[in-house]
T-cell receptor, first 117, second 114 residues
Framework: GAVVSQHPSRVICKSGTSVKIECRSLDFQATTMFWYRQFPKQSLMLMATSNEGSKATYEQGVEKDKFLINHASLTLSTLTVASAHPEDSSFYIC?????????????FGQGTRLTVV | AQSVTQPDIHITVSEGASLELRCNYS??????LFWYVQSPGQGLQLLLK??????LVQGIKGFEAEFKRSQSSFNLRKPSVHWSDAAEYFC????????????FGTGTRLQVTL
């Protein structure tokens, strides 16, 4: 099946530093990927749609300058949390659609637990 | 705008008992509906999905769900729960009749007692 891999699975950083999270489609090419955020004991909220070769589309209320998305290739999208602060601590998870499977399923990465201290 | 409601935040069942997790959706057209399971600190695993056709959908791990348009529901069921089923369960609807941008419910945490 289609596999999406996220790295790192867990990261702890100091307040004010930037953190990059990678989302890779391992066995398919993904022109579009999606980034979600999950607060503790809450649901997943879509942050942005990452489009290969073009700018990401952000959901309302998501700071573009805080959450930088780059989708430079058909297999890799990155989310950079710029100048992270404790309130950015969360579980971030990406998903991708495999065009060869039609638009019938989103494949999720394992997620990244970000803790800002 | 589409939305998903999971009325039960937390459910506890005994191992071997039957299970039903409720999901109600709001969507203008025929929805793409999904159930995902998330173990603590893990990503999401797709249990099953509905697009069209037979309204009773079979999934992995013995789960099934029934789409009822008249009730705007897509409840998840399992005849006999195993201790390993303890996890968080999310119902989701795909935007624009797709599986790409998903709107999730708030989740139901399932606890299984032995």
């Amino acid at each position: 099946g289609a596999v999406v891999s996220q790295h790192p699975s867990r990261v702890i950083c100091k307040s004010g530093t930037s953190v990059k999270i990678e989302c890779r489609s391992l066995d398919f090419q993904a022109t579009t990927m999606f980034w979600y955020r999950q607060f503790p004991k809450q649901s997943l909220m879509l942050m942005a749609t990452s489009n290969e070769g073009s700018k990401a589309t952000y959901e309302q209320g998501v700071e573009k300058d805080k959450f930088l998305i780059n989708h430079a290739s058909l297999t890799l999208s990155t989310l950079t949390v710029a100048s992270a602060h404790p309130e950015d601590s969360s579980f971030y998870i990406c998903s991708a659609r495999d065009p060869d499977r039609g638009n019938t399923e989103a494949f999720f990465g394992q997620g990244t637990r970000l803790t800002v201290v | 705008a589409q939305s998903v409601t999971q009325p039960d935040i937390h459910i506890t069942v005994s191992e071997g008992a039957s299970l039903e997790l409720r999901c109600n959706y709001s969507y203008g057209a025929t929805p793409y509906l999904f159930w995902y399971v998330q173990s603590p600190g893990q990503g999401l695993q797709l249990l099953l999905k509905y697009f069209s056709g037979d309204t009773l959908v079979q999934g992995i791990k013995g789960f099934e769900a029934e789409f009822k348009r008249s009730q705007s529901s897509f409840n998840l069921r399992k005849p006999s729960v195993h201790w390993s089923d303890a996890a968080e369960y999310f119902c989701a609807v795909g935007e624009g009749g797709t599986a790409s941008k998903l709107t999730f419910g708030t989740g139901t945490r399932l606890q299984v007692t032995l």
